[in-house]
């Protein structure tokens, strides 16, 4: 091929053509840089979006199945009301889901039906068709196709949280305790179990909070777990002394070590002796240790015992690393002045400051841990304690002050004999859930299904649309499979002659995404449209580079059609060489884009220091941009640019091949 | 054999009124015959060269080369399987080397690499230019360009060379060589020449010399 050995000479620069070899380095440079910023902004832009879509279907699910009108003015669903077999209440999809009848009426026991109350859907056999029992079997066959397929009916409801905050009061002289309280009106949602994505959704508890508990349990103000009960699920790693100035036993310092120590005197005795951790400086004077005595001297003075029962304080303790955990107290191992020093210490005495949480069982553990966990087969356990019921908060309770194990109850009316009553259900928080993206996202608390049950059974006034306030929950591991998954379960409820009672809706289509879809989707055209123009402005660069080029290199031009070159192998030349710049510049492009998405956070970080204040909104794009080269990205830098830039290059290939050789070598 | 038959061909370009540069010019080459083409300045030598060649369409009249008539599609493909050129000024790719120039004719028709290399060092050898090979074009004297401009000419052993001016660059050394390696190269491969030239002991030396005049091509003898 003539053509590229004559596209490699006429691209590689040359001091001779200064000019033509600065465009061409210039045209890289510009389309590097253009690729450069296209491929990082598009897979910023589609990881934001995707972090946003994770966390808009991770506790939302990607799909759902609501019931429509006509299953609420159904039989199906009324009948319940005039039924003893179902106490002559509505049920839930999920109680109509695990009831042993569809058509609980019997006419035998039961008052007449009114007469509005709509005819029984009836099978070819007689039977009263179940909308929720044929739902649940048509979601089950479709596991069969997607074997990642999780579902579960999920309530809402609302109520009136209220929690008493009981903290330790450490500015007071003497240790006490603050209460207050705190009140908010929450959505509640009850606690889907099945959601594959909670392991990612809980929070998981934190040394705080385990300190937190310790406290509770042992304050006079709240009956708590015993410490033992706490601490069977828990490994502490660090520790370290609730105050700068802590008293040890002198059975922590090694045996015949010296330590520097300032000693304190009272009337002429010494009341009590400080070592401080440090080594370098501080007083001169020394203790060490034989056996259960201390002996003391200094520069000035000999060596003497000292008295047993003089107090001993460590100063400025940070760290202590736990070998083991007795009961109340650990082993534990630190450093004073350089020393290794070791013993036991009874946690009452410590802050825990680092500590690992077991979350996930086997087997169902024999004493639960307050906090949420899961047990066989993955399954997640919200936990109770006593008469209290776990529930998990949106963790913005937890920026705000609130800990594990803080307690309260959820309020809501109900019509008693004697009237309106407000009721209480005692709860206690047993976690932190991430809400993501949801329309009451920061409103809504997780509770066991009992509770949403008895508060909307209650008609207590907290109203939802019907088709919102209980749905089935569809997960799926890819949440592109929606569409697929929705197609084939419209068909198999069609089929069973259930689908006027569903309506299928996938994650693009819920009220409360669907502007938020909208506006990734216009965003997505409206970036690869300027990512287009950019890049339409940058190869304009290589217009003007190949122009130079035809014009200086009229004379080959012409010496190679004398020689029988075709005019189309003449375009391709330079058509081509626009293409190679092109390749060149994507692939800088793209390399640089790796390498910057890989540092994003130093990106972020100097951008930080550029303009004297954060440059990304944390609560908006998550606390650290997407740093994945997307597919997306890479297609429109691979595909975009080299075609641009052929596109460019023909204008100046079309003007070469035209060129009529005898003029041209006339003219040199 | 006539290799090379031009009927009637008048050319003009185009300006106010045109310049009417052939008028009526007609000719016939044989395989193996070498005709001088003679003419004052101006009175269209090279234009008629470049007719017969195929660079440049005639106003009117007819090429036929090889019993091809050359039209506008056609042309490109015709020239590299039939016509060798040498120009005054080389026309060498000056930044590629000996050997690239002299295996471009064969590359453009497509001939494997390999081969148009064996064949480009055969033909260098021949015009006494052996281990120049990977010498740049740039770097040669003007006898070696022109000796490189002939090797390359005959690469695809055409049937026709068309030379203009080939030694109009060069001193009387070198110009009585290239002379002497174009004329023998010639008889010995049996290729038909036309030589535009103002050399007259250059046109004695071919076989039929033709005057260009008036835009028409007479005989000399007839002058």
């Known amino acids: 091929m003539f053509e590229l050995s004559f596209i490699k000479k006429i691209l590689t620069p040359k001091r001779r053509q200064l000019s033509t070899s600065l465009i061409a380095l210039l045209s890289v440079t510009v389309i590097t840089l253009v690729v450069w910023l296209v491929t990082v902004f598009l897979s910023v832009t589609e990881g934001i979006e995707r972090g946003w879509l994770k966390k808009l279907t991770a506790l939302n699910a990607p799909l759902r199945l609501q019931p429509t009108e006509e299953y609420y003015a159904s039989y199906y669903y009324n009948v319940d009301q005039y039924s003893l077999a179902s106490q002559y209440l ?50 089950e066959s479709l596991r069969k196709d997607f074997p990642s397929l999780a579902f579960q009916d999920v309530q809402l409801s609302g109520a009136l949280l209220r929690l008493d905050l009981i903290r330790q009061d450490r500015n007071s002289a003497v240790p006490s305790d603050h209460r207050s309280q705190l009140t908010h009106v929450s959505y509640l ?41 706490l601490l069977e699920h828990v490994q502490i790693q660090t520790v370290k002394p609730r105050s700068d100035l802590w008293r040890i036993s002198l059975h922590l310092l090694p045996e015949k070590t010296p330590f520097r120590v300032g000693a304190y005197l009272h009337k002429g005795e010494v009341s009590h002796l400080v070592v401080p951790s440090a080594k370098a400086g501080g007083p001169s004077t020394f203790i060490e240790r034989r056996g259960d005595h201390l002996f003391f001297w200094g520069e000035d003075f000999p060596e003497q015992p000292l008295e047993d029962g003089v107090p001993l304080f460590a100063q400025g303790v940070q760290e202590l690393n736990v070998t083991h955990q007795i009961a109340e107290a650990v082993a534990v191992e630190g450093k004073i002045q350089n020393h290794g020093i070791s013993g036991e210490i009874p946690l009452s005495e410590l802050l825990i400051v680092d500590a690992s949480f077991k979350t996930h069982f086997d087997q169902s553990p024999s004493s639960a841990p307050i906090w949420p966990y899961f047990g066989k087969d993955a399954q997640a356990v919200l936990p109770s304690v006593s008469s209290c019921t776990g529930i998990l908060l949106p963790k913005h309770f937890q920026k705000n002050g609130v800990k594990i194990g803080d307690r309260g109850h959820l309020a809501y009316s109900a019509p008693t004999l004697s009237g309106i009553q407000e009721q209480h259900l005692p709860v206690y928080v047993a976690g932190f859930y991430d809400p993501g993206i949801m329309a009451v996202g920061n409103k809504c608390i997780l509770v066991p299904p ?23 929950f569809v997960w799926l591991r890819s949440i592109n499979d929606a569409p697929k998954v929705k197609t084939a379960l419209l068909d198999a409820l069609q089929k069973k002659g259930i689908d006027k009672y569903w309506q299928v809706k996938t994650f693009r289509e819920y009220d409360f ?24 402005v940058g190869c304009t660069n290589i217009i003007s580079l190949l122009v130079l080029l035809v014009s200086d290199k009229k004379k080959e031009i012409g010496i190679l059609r004398a020689m029988g070159a075709k005019k189309r192998s003449i375009a391709a030349i330079f058509a081509f060489s626009g293409a190679t710049l092109g390749v ?30 954060e440059a990304f909104n944390a609560q908006f794009f998550g606390t650290s941009l997407p740093r994945e080269l997307t597919g997306r990205a890479l297609l429109f830098a691979a595909i975009a640019t080299p075609v641009l830039a052929l596109l460019a290059g023909l204008v100046p290939a079309i003007k070469a091949a035209r060129l009529n050789p005898s003029t041209t070598l006339r003219g040199e | 054999m006539i290799i090379l038959e031009a009927n009637d061909l008048w050319k003009s370009f185009p300006s106010s009124p045109p310049v009417e540069v052939l008028k009526g010019a007609s000719l016939e080459l044989k395989a193996g015959e070498t005709l001088a083409i003679m003419g004052k300045s101006g009175e269209g030598k090279s234009t008629l060269l470049h007719i017969l060649g195929t660079l440049e369409c005639s106003s009117k009249g007819s090429v036929s080369i090889c019993g091809s008539i050359a039209t506008q599609g056609e042309m ?28 471009m004719p064969l590359k453009i028709g497509r001939t494997s690499t390999r081969e148009a290399e064996e064949l480009g060092r055969r033909l260098l050898e021949e015009v006494g230019l052996k281990g120049k090979e990977k010498e740049l074009a740039k770097h040669l004297s003007g006898g070696e360009k022109q000796r490189v401009a002939i090797a390359r000419a005959l690469a695809n052993n055409p049937d026709i060379l068309l030379a203009d001016e080939p030694t109009g660059n060069l001193d009387q050394g070198y110009s009585n060589q290239v002379q002497d390696l174009l004329l023998k190269t010639a008889k010995e491969k049996s290729k038909g020449l036309i030589v535009v030239t103002h050399d007259r002991d250059f046109a004695q030396k071919c076989d039929r010399i033709l005057l260009l005049k008036n835009g028409k091509l007479i005989p000399a003898t007839e002058n």
């Not at chain 1, 109509?96 to 569809?102: D, F, G, N, V, Y």
């Not at chain 1, 606690?191 to 508990?213: M, R």
């Not at chain 1, 008895?454 to 089935?472: D, K, M, Q, Y």
């Not at chain 1, 793209?590 to 390498?595: G, N």
């Open chain 1, 90 to 139: 509505s049920k839930t999809l999920g109680q109509k889901a695990q009831s042993l009848i569809s058509d609980p009426y019997d006419p035998e026991i039961d008052q007449e039906l009114p007469k509005g109350i709509a005819l029984p859907d009836l099978e070819d056999g007689g039977r009263l068709k179940d909308p929720v029992k044929g739902a649940i079997a048509a979601l």
């Open chain 1, 189 to 229: 949602a009850s606690f889907p179990e099945k959601n594959p994505n909670l392991s990612e959704l809980i929070v998981p508890p934190t040394a705080d909070d385990l300190n937190h508990l310790l406290y509770l349990s042992s304050s006079p103000f709240q009956e708590g777990q015993t410490w033992d009960a």
């Open chain 1, 450 to 472: 009992q509770i949403t049950e008895a508060i909307n059974a209650s008609e207590s006034g907290f109203t939802l649309e019907p088709s919102e306030a209980n749905n089935v």
């Open chain 1, 513 to 536: 995404a669907k502007d938020l879809m909208l506006q990734f989707q216009s965003d997505k055209y409206l970036y690869t449209l300027i990512g287009i123009i950019i890049l339409l």
């Open chain 1, 584 to 613: 060149l510049s994507c692939l800088l492009g793209v390399l640089f884009a790796y390498l910057t998405l890989r540092n994003i956070d130093v990106v972020v970080q100097f951008l930080s220091l550029v303009q004297g204040h």
């Open chain 2, 76 to 103: 490109a493909g015709l020239r590299n399987r039939h016509i060798g050129f040498i120009f005054q000024s080389y026309y060498l790719l000056e930044d590629f080397t000996t050997l690239e120039n002299v295996c």
